[in-house]
């Protein structure tokens, strides 16, 4: 029943932005942190974001800080994640994911389940 979808990845030059979306479902959606995480080709899936449930902590990969930004619409059961700046090398499939505890808050993949499909993230130069 605990379900994640993400939405909202495309093809953008460098320097643009886009926004993604992961609509959450299946679950009491405070009480667990939401993490977003890429895989690029060839390339290991790495953490990019994390929100957590109740109080609006985040963390972010030194990669994204001060280019990204995660929020949290509670009332839409909805995490975002804002991306500007853009980059070719934020070229990946982005997904989202539920963490596995209560306390999960740092966006390792080992930690987090329930994946999405994932949207594709294009960054053109």
């Known amino acids: 029943e605990v379900q994640l979808v993400e939405s909202g990845g495309g093809l953008v030059q460098a320097g643009g932005s886009l926004r993604l979306s992961c609509a959450a479902s299946?679950?009491?959606?405070?009480?667990?942190?939401i993490g977003w995480f890429r895989q690029a080709p060839g390339k290991e899936r790495e953490g990019v974001s994390c929100?957590?449930?109740?109080?609006?902590?985040?963390y972010y990969a030194d990669s994204v800080k001060g280019r990204f930004t995660i929020s949290s619409d509670n009332a839409k059961n909805t995490v975002y994640l804002q991306m500007n700046s853009l980059k070719p090398e934020d070229t990946a499939i982005y997904y989202c994911?539920?963490?596995?505890?209560?306390?999960?808050?740092?966006?390792?993949?080992?930690?987090?389940?329930?994946w999405g499909q994932g949207t594709q993230v294009t960054v053109s130069s």
């Open positions: 994911a539920r963490g596995l505890t209560r306390a999960t808050m740092i966006p390792l993949p080992k930690l987090f389940g329930s």
């Open positions: 299946g679950f009491t959606f405070d009480d667990y942190a």
């Open positions: 929100i957590s449930g109740g109080d609006g902590r985040t």
